[in-house]
């Protein structure tokens, strides 16, 4: 089993839509995880942390359950602009220090 | 600051020369990360130092991938020697402290022809 998995997409929605993303992990012992957003061709960079108690910043909002190893992102009223490659990220290995990231979902909206 | 830089941002190199690839991380960080991504397996983490220090190198693929951190502010990926499967992009991040996030580099763009 892979460490972090994710749906591929990519995931077509109009503009004013609510998407919504998944990702499980395998390491129970993970201590902090992220969303990342990367745009063709660009680095990834740092969309949001995922915290225990759930946590929102404008139209997304993340989710973590940590019983079913399982992080999410939801993104509301969907603009042109958030159509990009949406990273999940976990924080494994010895002492918590290695960052390993999924493979991405690929969002595309459309007007 | 000036964020993590990375050297070259493109390399095209024939199969067997020996590649270099640099990075400068952000300064007061104390973790490093190479990463190498490509469209089948997406982000794969190849190795990462702790306070200049490789904690662990499971990721790289082979005997020809060497990495170092000789200080706190300078790493390099070494390539010796290429070959055409080595094409992909090469990004280095560094972080603060354990749990917090991490800052990319722009990567460099590797072609192995």
């Known amino acids: 089993r892979k460490e972090v998995e994710q749906d591929p997409g990519p995931f077509n929605v109009p503009e004013g839509a609510t998407v919504a993303f998944n990702c499980t992990y395998s390491n129970s012992a993970s201590q902090s995880f992220f969303w990342y957003r990367q745009d063709c061709r660009k680095e990834p960079k740092l969309l949001m942390s995922?915290?225990?108690s759930g946590n929102e910043d404008g139209r997304f909002t993340a989710q973590l359950n940590r019983a079913s190893q399982y992080i999410s992102l939801l993104i509301r009223d969907s603009k042109l602009s958030d159509s990009a490659t949406y990273l999940c990220v976990v924080n494994i290995g010895q002492a918590g220090t290695a960052l390993i990231f999924g493979k991405g979902t690929t969002l595309s909206v459309s007007s | 600051d000036a964020g993590v830089i990375q050297s070259p941002r493109h390399e095209v190199t024939e199969m067997g020369q020996e590649v270099t690839l640099r990075c400068k991380p952000i300064?007061?960080?104390?973790?490093l990360f190479w990463y190498r991504q490509t469209m089948m397996r997406g982000l794969e983490l190849l190795i990462y130092?702790?306070?200049?220090?490789?904690?662990?190198d499971s990721g790289m693929p082979e005997d020809r991938f060497s990495a170092k951190m000789p200080n706190a502010s300078f790493s390099t990926l070494k390539i010796q020697p290429s070959e055409p499967r080595d094409s992909a992009v090469y990004f280095c991040?560094?972080?603060?402290?354990?749990?917090?996030?991490?800052?990319f580099g722009q990567g460099t763009r590797l072609t192995v022809v």
């Open positions: 995922v915290y225990s």
């Open positions: 300064s007061g960080h104390n973790s």
């Open positions: 991040a560094s972080r603060l402290q354990t749990n917090t996030e991490a800052f």
């Open positions: 130092f702790n306070n200049n220090v490789p904690i662990d």
